[in-house]
Nanobody, 115 residues
């Protein structure tokens, strides 16, 4: 059974940091590029970052470049998103999924950036 479980969200002040985790199961994790997405209230889900199966290549949407870092541990079937210098506009529900051929979405993890 394919499953994605996100965790690590919370309430943080502007300028703060959070590290999100996503545990994947039910498919050969290392064979797939993985991505983080986010959906802010009233907006469409957007791609934030992705990492190749080997972890050697990454890509970011412009609004998070130099602030967020995506990484993965294939031995743990887990993908991470380190978020630094958080801004109120980063407030959203964050989801992970396969970058190509996405599977069923998990419940996401809520990130709120507010003073």
């Amino acid at each position: 059974q394919v499953q994605l479980v996100e965790s690590g969200g919370g309430l943080v002040q502007p300028g703060g940091s959070l590290r999100l985790s996503c545990l994947a199961s039910g498919f050969p994790f290392s064979h797939y590029a993985m991505a983080w997405y986010r959906q802010a209230p009233g907006q469409e889900r957007e791609l934030v970052a992705f990492v190749t199966g080997t972890g050697l290549s990454t890509n970011y949407t412009d609004s998070v470049k130099d602030r967020f870092t995506i990484s993965r541990d294939n031995a743990k079937s887990t993908v991470y998103l380190q978020m630094n210098s958080l801004k109120p506009e980063d407030t959203a529900v964050y989801y992970c999924n396969r970058h190509y051929r996405p599977v069923s979405w998990g419940q996401g993890t809520h990130v709120t950036v507010s003073s």
